[in-house]
């Protein structure tokens, strides 16, 4: 239940980052409907779980932008394993703690793409700083909405709809 | 809120390592296939295309949405053009139908005129205001008055032919007496044959001609013009033409005459300011 629901909010993302494509082009540089998707599902804190979300997401994302291919599966990975481990040990519960994790994994997210770009293919990203700050702002602002949406569709905690003790 | 430890998987740092390693294969190759030109592997176009579906139909939703959209708007705009368009076509239609109103009125007007050209009568124009053609009594109200210098007897006559006579005057009204009235009548004459008689209404829309003798030559289709003998109606004015001369009983023929006035139709008329006989003429008698 819990992969369909992963799979149903990756066709969401994906639907999302084609329709921003469409109509506003630049929209994607200040705003990631993916990782969205990864924190919340790595929020349940299972690490295997994240994993595999993370790697799957991030090929999605890297297939349908200009990316090499690996680079957001890597950086979401990174990004899924780490809020996963920490919810691992730690129960964090509500939309404030989502929208924290939401913003450090944004603001990781951006960092490793930008040491990968910097090692892989020694270019730099233009006005980095700037559009790390717009992009966490609004992503944010849009995983805690899309959260407290959930809150009122599910009824109950969201996090607790991803959590199963079994493998 | 801790977790309890045996919850927590046991080698999941070790799995996280090898992704991470195999993701940076990845990337290196995909890195290094863009150099040589080939911008997609394998591995990425499978996960393209798997996902495309997605994709295609949120562009064709799009699209079709936009494509709707666009429609509706085409339509606004054809619906308010239209609109327009119609409102252009009844504005055009109202000025043609009022254009044609007065082309025929103007052509009426100048057969009155040319009439009244021609009668060497003192003349003036007036309009109906009241026309009672259904009635007992034939008559109709003119919109002029003595103030227009219109009298008592004065004939009344429009393009088509005689209308009838007035019979009273107010300052700025006077009633007609219209000739198929039952209590008018008319001095005539055949055109063709010059034979006179006296036309009367028949009290319907139609009219008789009296005092023509049965050896007359009286035939269907003869006009029948005014005579100018009764002292109201001027010489040579159109009454109506024959449409039928049956024997009578007695020494005089049964003349039907169809009127050359469509009374139904009357407007303007002209008003004859006839030359009137003095009372103590009529009245006198050797």
């Given at each position: 239940m819990?992969?369909?629901?992963?799979?149903?909010?990756?066709?969401?993302?994906?639907?999302?980052?084609?329709?921003?494509?469409?109509?506003?082009?630049n929209a994607l540089a200040f705003f990631d409907p993916y990782i969205i998707l990864v924190i919340y599902y790595s929020m349940g804190g299972n690490i295997l779980g994240a994993i595999i979300a993370g790697v799957i997401a991030g090929f999605v994302q890297d297939a349908y932008s200009g990316a090499i291919f690996g680079l957001h599966a890597?950086?979401?990975?990174?990004?899924?394993?780490?809020?996963?481990?920490?919810?691992?040990?730690?129960?964090?519960?509500?939309?404030?703690?989502?929208?924290?994790?939401?913003?450090?994994?944004?603001?990781?997210?951006?960092?490793?793409i930008y040491i990968l770009v910097n090692i892989l293919q020694r270019q730099?990203?233009?006005?980095?700083?700037?559009?790390?700050?717009?992009?966490?702002?609004?992503?944010?602002?849009?995983?805690m909405l899309v959260y407290q949406l959930l809150t009122l569709f599910l009824r109950e905690e969201p996090i607790e709809a991803t959590k199963e003790r079994t493998w | 809120m801790a977790v309890p430890a045996d919850v927590i998987p046991r080698r999941p740092t070790l799995l996280f390592i090898v992704v991470l390693s195999l993701l940076f294969i990845v990337m290196s190759v995909s890195?290094?296939?863009?150099?040589?030109?080939?911008?997609?592997?394998?591995?990425?176009?499978?996960?393209?295309?798997?996902?495309?579906?997605?994709?295609?139909?949120?562009?064709?939703?799009?699209?079709?949405?936009?494509?709707?959209?666009?429609?509706?708007?085409?339509?606004?705009?054809?619906?308010?053009?239209?609109?327009?368009?119609?409102?252009?076509?009844?504005?055009?239609?109202?000025?043609?139908?009022?254009?044609?109103?007065?082309?025929?009125?103007?052509?009426?007007?100048?057969?009155?005129?040319?009439?009244?050209e021609q009668s060497t009568l003192e003349t003036s124009m007036a309009q109906t205001v009241m026309l009672d053609t259904a009635g007992r009594f034939k008559s109709m109200i003119l919109d002029r008055?003595?103030?227009?210098?219109?009298?008592?007897?004065?004939?009344?006559?429009?393009?088509?032919?005689?209308?009838?006579?007035?019979?009273?005057?107010?300052?700025?009204?006077?009633?007609?007496?219209?000739?198929?009235?039952?209590?008018?009548?008319?001095?005539?004459?055949?055109?063709?044959t010059r034979r006179q008689g006296v036309v009367r209404g028949d009290g319907a829309q139609g009219l008789q001609m009296f005092d023509v003798p049965s050896l007359a030559d009286v035939l269907p289709g003869d006009v029948v013009l005014t005579a100018g003998i009764d002292g109201i109606y001027p010489k040579g004015i159109p009454v109506g033409t024959i449409t039928r001369a049956d024997r009578g009983?007695?020494?005089?023929?049964?003349?039907?005459?169809?009127?050359?006035?469509?009374?139904?139709?009357?407007?303007?008329?002209?008003?004859?300011?006839?030359?009137?006989?003095?009372?103590?003429?009529?009245?006198?008698?050797?």
């Amino acid at each position: 239940m819990r992969w369909l629901r992963f799979a149903v909010g990756l066709l969401l993302a994906l639907t999302l980052h084609t329709l921003l494509d469409s109509f506003y082009p630049n929209a994607l540089a200040f705003f990631d409907p993916y990782i969205i998707l990864v924190i919340y599902y790595s929020m349940g804190g299972n690490i295997l779980g994240a994993i595999i979300a993370g790697v799957i997401a991030g090929f999605v994302q890297d297939a349908y932008s200009g990316a090499i291919f690996g680079l957001h599966a890597f950086s979401l990975t990174v990004c899924a394993y780490a809020v996963a481990y920490v919810n691992s040990r730690l129960v964090l519960r509500g939309t404030v703690a989502f929208g924290a994790s939401l913003g450090g994994s944004v603001i990781a997210n951006e960092l490793v793409i930008y040491i990968l770009v910097n090692i892989l293919q020694r270019q730099k990203i233009e006005m980095f700083e700037q559009g790390l700050l717009v992009k966490t702002v609004f992503t944010v602002l849009f995983g805690m909405l899309v959260y407290q949406l959930l809150t009122l569709f599910l009824r109950e905690e969201p996090i607790e709809a991803t959590k199963e003790r079994t493998w | 809120m801790a977790v309890p430890a045996d919850v927590i998987p046991r080698r999941p740092t070790l799995l996280f390592i090898v992704v991470l390693s195999l993701l940076f294969i990845v990337m290196s190759v995909s890195s290094k296939t863009r150099y040589v030109g080939e911008t997609r592997t394998l591995f990425e176009r499978t996960v393209m295309t798997l996902f495309s579906p997605v994709p295609k139909t949120v562009n064709w939703v799009g699209q079709t949405a936009s494509d709707m959209y666009h429609g509706y708007l085409d339509m606004r705009r054809e619906v308010a053009e239209n609109l327009q368009l119609r409102r252009k076509v009844a504005a055009l239609t109202t000025e043609n139908l009022k254009l044609r109103q007065t082309e025929s009125d103007l052509r009426r007007l100048r057969g009155l005129l040319g009439y009244a050209e021609q009668s060497t009568l003192e003349t003036s124009m007036a309009q109906t205001v009241m026309l009672d053609t259904a009635g007992r009594f034939k008559s109709m109200i003119l919109d002029r008055g003595s103030d227009d210098g219109i009298e008592v007897n004065d004939a009344i006559v429009n393009a088509s032919g005689l209308i009838g006579r007035v019979v009273l005057t107010t300052r700025d009204m006077a009633k007609v007496q219209l000739i198929t009235d039952t209590n008018c009548a008319v001095g005539t004459l055949i055109e063709r044959t010059r034979r006179q008689g006296v036309v009367r209404g028949d009290g319907a829309q139609g009219l008789q001609m009296f005092d023509v003798p049965s050896l007359a030559d009286v035939l269907p289709g003869d006009v029948v013009l005014t005579a100018g003998i009764d002292g109201i109606y001027p010489k040579g004015i159109p009454v109506g033409t024959i449409t039928r001369a049956d024997r009578g009983a007695d020494l005089f023929k049964r003349i039907t005459v169809r009127p050359a006035v469509d009374f139904g139709s009357v407007e303007e008329v002209i008003v004859i300011h006839t030359r009137k006989i003095p009372p103590q003429v009529l009245r006198y008698a050797p």
